[in-house]
């Protein structure tokens, strides 16, 4: 069974320093991933998806098939990065379309 | 474009109640989902429906159903509700599977007393 796990409940760093959000998945497929964001009242929404290789507000991830890790990462953290960030896996097989979302890692960016 | 609309926001149950949150999207999309979310405990996934008439059990079905008689709906029913049911529940569409992104809904905070 598919499964994703954050190993951090609670992230703290100082504004400026860099900041690394743990991923790692359990899938015997192709995984597709999402690092997803909630600000503080705002509904959950995609940062980022592996496929697009892409960097959202300066946060970059890369998929490590070899370690199954899907790492979230910036350089130098700003104060409006404090959220709970959510890693996902899609599936395909006999479970397509079904989403699943790891834990969750609260980021706080202290001033 | 109202995106994923969830009903009500808030609502208080006694135990042994019944009760159906609504969820309902605008975008034709294909794919409906519902997460609970408790605290330290991330989003678990109750059930999902990848197209109108089909859905499949996710991690915690036990003590919910769903129907998706409709693309744009996708109800998920309380019965006999218990405290265990205490959660914020967020219902997402997706317009497929793969790499598309899955918009969420504004959440139903649920306190069952």
């Known amino acids: 069974a598919q499964r994703v796990t954050q190993p951090e409940k609670l992230l703290s760093v100082f504004k400026g320093a860099p900041v690394e959000l743990k991923c790692n998945y359990s899938?015997?497929?192709?995984?597709?991933l999402f690092w997803y964001v909630q600000y503080s009242r705002q509904r959950l929404q995609l940062l980022l998806r592996?496929?697009s290789r892409e960097s959202i507000k300066g946060f970059t991830a890369d998929l490590n098939k070899g370690e199954t890790s899907f790492h979230l990462k910036k350089p130098f953290a700003q104060e409006e990065d404090s959220a709970m960030y959510y890693c996902?896996?899609?599936?395909?097989?006999?479970?397509?379309?079904?989403?699943?979302f790891g834990q969750g890692t609260i980021l706080t960016v202290h001033p | 474009n109202a995106g994923v609309t969830q009903t009500p926001k808030f609502r208080i149950l006694k135990i042994g109640q019944s009760m159906t949150l609504q969820c309902t999207q605008d975008?034709?999309?294909?794919?409906m989902y519902w997460y609970r979310q408790d605290p330290g405990m991330g989003l678990k996934l109750i059930y999902y429906?990848?197209?109108?008439?089909?859905?499949d059990k996710g991690e915690v079905p036990n003590g919910y159903n769903v129907s998706r008689s409709t693309t744009e709906d996708f109800p998920l029913r309380l019965e006999l509700a218990a405290p265990s049911q205490t959660s914020v529940y967020f219902c997402?569409?997706?317009?497929?599977?793969?790499?598309?992104?899955?918009?969420f809904g504004q959440g139903t905070r649920l306190t069952v007393v």
């Open positions: 997402a569409s997706s317009l497929d599977r793969g790499h598309t992104e899955a918009f």
């Open positions: 899938y015997s497929g192709s995984p597709e």
């Open positions: 592996h496929i």
């Open positions: 996902a896996l899609r599936t395909g097989g006999t479970s397509y379309g079904k989403l699943t």
């Open positions: 975008m034709n999309h294909n794919y």
């Open positions: 429906s990848v197209g109108a008439g089909i859905t």
